[in-house]
């Protein structure tokens, strides 16, 4: 192939196969943060690993791993899949049930271990999982009952030196939706990820960003020993009251300052995933790979805009 005829992609591709290339910087390794397709921009309608096949043909680098069906082919032939395909495992939500009672909670810890060698041997150390803003459970409660769990299973992801990242939700809704206020800002949820263990860190998603009036001196101040992940989305110019969770924009289409959320992970040497996260805006309407496609193109757009490169 003629190097002078390629995409940006397929260039990038060439010269990894080439000895000095992986002399220079490793194999498969990366200096920039690179795109993820995730699987709401295809309203869960594409199995793997007809999903990471999807990545691939729309040019997505990365891909959000299905955990169950991926282990079920188990992980000589998903990292066959992916090495094939030449995308890279972005990250896996960590199946752990922490919301309900202690007898749920330890009976889900071995799936955790499991899950967690497994994430090892496709070379994918990071995994997450979400916090609701607001709970039947007053917040001191709470917090000291998700410490104690959170604190165990970094104990466990430990030993296969996996990290997770804990979500921040933002709209007022999710805040209200129940009595009790828990943790929602960017800030607090970093210093209670610190406390659970040296490997939990925050899921960063640029929509629970904005709507919790984060900064980007937030981001700097995370650093990137914090930021397990990163979802990439926007935000409609609505009233506080009036955002709904499940209805967001592709990156660019709003008002988040996915510019300044950009520059400010490239600050810190963020070099991992951005999952492309979009709920809503029609993409039901669309064929899977016109959603992927739209997300990808759309996402691009704005790394150009940021004058960030995307690996």
């Known amino acids: 192939m003629n190097p002078l005829l390629m995409n940006r992609r397929q260039a990038f591709q060439f010269f990894a196969a080439t000895p000095a290339f992986a002399k220079a910087f490793g194999a498969g390794s990366s200096h920039h943060m690179y795109l993820s397709l995730n699987s709401t921009l295809v309203t869960n309608r594409v199995p ?15 891909v959000d791993v299905m955990l169950d069906p991926a282990m079920k082919a188990g992980a000589g032939a998903t990292n066959k899949l992916l090495r094939d395909l030449k995308v890279r495992p972005s990250m896996i939500s960590a199946p752990v049930e922490f919301r309900k009672d202690d007898a749920a909670f330890k009976a889900s810890l071995p799936k955790l271990e499991a899950a967690a060698q497994f994430a090892a041997a496709i070379d994918c150390p990071r995994m997450m999982t979400y916090i609701m803003p607001s709970s039947e459970t007053p917040k001191d409660e709470l917090r000291r009952i998700y410490k104690q769990r959170f604190t165990e299973c970094s104990r466990i992801l430990a030993k296969s030196n996996i990290r997770l990242g804990l979500e921040f939700l933002g709209p007022l809704h999710l805040r209200k939706a129940f009595p009790h206020e828990f943790i929602w800002r960017m800030n607090e949820m970093l210093e209670f990820a610190k406390e659970c263990g040296p490997n939990i860190g925050l899921t960063l998603d640029a929509w629970h960003w904005h709507h919790a009036g984060g900064t980007t001196e937030d981001i700097l101040h995370a650093g990137r020993e914090r930021i397990v992940d990163v979802h990439f989305d926007d935000a409609p110019n609505l009233p506080p009251d009036q955002i709904r969770d499940n209805q967001r924009l592709m990156p660019g289409e709003g008002i988040i300052n996915l510019v300044g959320f950009l520059r400010a992970l490239q600050k810190i040497g963020y070099t991992d995933g951005l999952s492309v996260e979009v709920f809503g805006r029609g993409l039901d ?24 490169p995307e690996g």
Do not use: I, Y
Request: glycine residues 10%; charged residues 30%; proline residues 8%.
């Open 48 to 62: 793997w690993p007809r999903f990471a096949e999807l990545a691939a043909k729309v040019g997505f680098p990365g």
């Open 285 to 308: 309407k669309m064929t899977p790979e016109e959603g992927a496609r739209l997300g990808l193109e759309k996402s691009l757009a704005v790394f150009r805009k940021a004058d960030v």
